[in-house]
């Protein structure tokens, strides 16, 4: 068996992709709005969209193919896709806007194995590439975060408070380069409005605490996600203006005194792009086609005649 030699596949990124040189063990996480995206997408009776409120992640995914039965093949492909991003080492976010003019996508994906560089902007293209095909108005948010660093509190009961241990610390990261803050491309925390699927109601501290945080040049996110007698915080920080650090680390350390102030079950999380840096696209409703060559030998010989 004769096999040609290898080349670079050639291609172009439609959003960056930045690549840390750090050596981390990335358990990535996919925390999206899927659940509203599906009923933007699909036509729901009213007792399946409160079912579908209700329900938690692992009901979500045991059920997941009788929700997908109204939404398009399209539609169905692009939430695959997202979902198949957590299998790379990434953390970071990305939010999608559709409107009638074409697709507006914030991003700021970090991957921590540069050997898959190549192999997870192919895979981001082709969210993108499905994006531009769908033409309903919606939006789509997603976050990306190591699981090895979601913080765990117990309780004995739903009653009691939940109490984070003496040493526990929100954990963060330095930029390679400090970076000043530069209000006219500042993306806030509370820019893409409440999510609907998030019924856990923070108290007024933490949510002020937070807005202290989303003050200072940062990206990440953060998500509460309480349960009668466990208590998740998911992480993921980059502080990018280091002459802040000092203030940065007290407000985190602000957030874990405030813990045992949460009541109530659900989630509420907070994404911070790094930038206001939005991308457009107009809508595609597909790619050109691409048939292997009736004769491979005439493009290889015409391709080394343009060398």
Avoid at 52 to 78: C, H, P, S, V, W
Avoid at 248 to 263: D, G, N
Wanted: proline share 5%; aromatic share 10%; charged share 25%.
């Amino acid at each position: 068996m004769v096999f040609t030699e290898d080349r670079d596949y050639q291609y172009q990124p439609l959003i960056p992709t930045w690549v840390s040189h750090q050596r981390t063990s990335i358990e990535t996480v996919v925390y999206s709005s899927r659940k509203s995206y599906l009923r933007q997408q699909a036509i729901l009776g009213e007792k399946d969209a409160q079912d579908l409120r209700y329900i938690d992640d692992a009901q979500f995914d045991r059920y997941y193919k009788n929700y997908l039965q109204g939404m398009g093949d399209t539609e169905k492909a692009f939430v695959s896709a997202i979902s198949r991003l957590g299998k790379y080492p990434v953390v970071g976010g990305m939010a999608v806007r559709w409107e009638p003019e074409g697709i507006y996508v914030d991003s700021s994906l970090n991957l921590y194995d540069e050997s898959l560089k190549t192999a997870f902007e192919l895979a981001v293209n082709n969210v993108i590439n499905l994006a531009r095909a769908i033409h309903k108005p919606a939006v789509f948010k997603c976050c990306m975060f190591n699981a090895k660093n979601t913080l765990h509190i117990d309780r004995e009961s739903e009653e009691d408070e939940f109490i984070p241990a003496h040493d526990l610390i929100i954990p963060y990261e330095l930029s390679r380069v400090s970076s000043h803050k530069d209000d006219s491309r500042t993306h806030s925390y509370f820019e893409d409005g409440d999510d609907p699927d998030e019924l856990l109601k923070l108290p007024d501290g933490i949510i002020e605490t937070i807005r202290q945080l989303n003050a200072i040049h940062h990206t990440g996110c953060i998500i509460f996600e309480a349960l009668p007698t466990h208590l998740k915080i998911h992480n993921y920080y980059t502080l990018l203006d280091h002459s802040q650090e000092k203030n940065f680390r007290e407000l985190l350390l602000t957030l874990v005194k405030q813990i045992p102030s949460i009541k109530g079950l659900g989630i509420s999380g907070f994404m911070k792009l790094p930038y206001k840096d939005t991308r457009f696209f107009e809508h595609k409703a597909k790619l050109p086609e691409k048939y292997y060559p009736r004769n491979p030998k005439a493009v290889v010989e015409e391709s080394n005649h343009n060398v």
